[in-house]
Structure formats: structure tokens, C-alpha cells
Nanobody, 122 residues
């Protein structure tokens, strides 16, 4: 079982990045895919989730209207499009999965990928 996140980098405020999460070794289609982030010295924070049921999407208030989560079951891949990035979005971003519907809690996730660093700075 593997989740591999990629797409992070350094971007100026107002810029965009698209994160990808490639899954293998489990039934991607019936798992919700979530993104969390963790900044230095802070707790891991839930960012967004897309369920396996009707592809329902959910966002933290801090990213609503700026981030868009999506999935492609044929490619076992999830994406997080991040627009209008702010310095406070700087963090290590992790993708994770859980069976069925979305949850906000890290302890409910079955699988985790390694993080990809996003730095927003001028």
C-alpha cells in the first residue's frame, strides 16, 4: 500500500500549485482521499477531503474558495489545486485515505503518504 504526494514547491503569494496523490495497493475507488498539512511547531491540520460516494467535497474554512480537490479513479490519483496561495499556507502537505466517507480526524485515516513541502513566500 502506498500513497505518494508530489507537486509542492516554492511559490509567491497569489500563486498556484497543484498537488497530486498517487495511490497503489488498495481499492482507491472506494476510499475517501483527504489532504492534511502541518507547519513547523503546529499540529496537523485537516485541509480538504473528497469522498468515494458521489465525489462529495469538503474544505476547511481557511482554504474554501481557493483550493479545489478532485480525483481520477481510473488513474488512482487525487489532486489538490491550490490558487491564491498565502504565506500562511506554508506547510508540509500530506494525502491520506479512509474507507468510504470523509472524516476530519487523522486517527481515522487508514493510509498516509509522505508529505510534499509547500512554501509561499516573496
Amino acid at each position: 500500500v502506498q500513497l505518494q504526494a508530489s507537486g509542492g514547491g516554492l511559490v509567491q503569494p497569489g500563486g498556484s500549485l497543484r498537488l497530486s496523490c498517487i495511490a497503489s495497493g488498495f481499492a482507491f475507488y472506494n476510499h475517501a482521499i483527504a489532504w492534511f498539512r502541518q507547519a513547523p511547531g503546529k499540529e496537523r491540520e485537516w485541509v480538504s477531503c473528497i469522498s468515494s460516494i458521489e465525489d462529495s467535497t469538503y474544505y476547511a474554512d481557511s482554504v474554501k474558495g481557493r483550493f479545489t480537490i478532485s480525483r481520477d479513479n481510473a488513474k488512482n490519483t487525487g489532486h489538490l489545486q491550490m490558487d491564491n496561495l498565502r504565506p500562511e499556507d506554508t506547510a508540509n502537505y500530506y494525502c491520506a485515505s479512509t474507507l468510504g466517507t470523509c472524516t476530519y480526524f487523522p486517527q481515522d485515516m487508514n493510509y498516509w503518504g509522505k508529505g510534499t513541502q509547500v512554501t509561499v513566500s516573496s
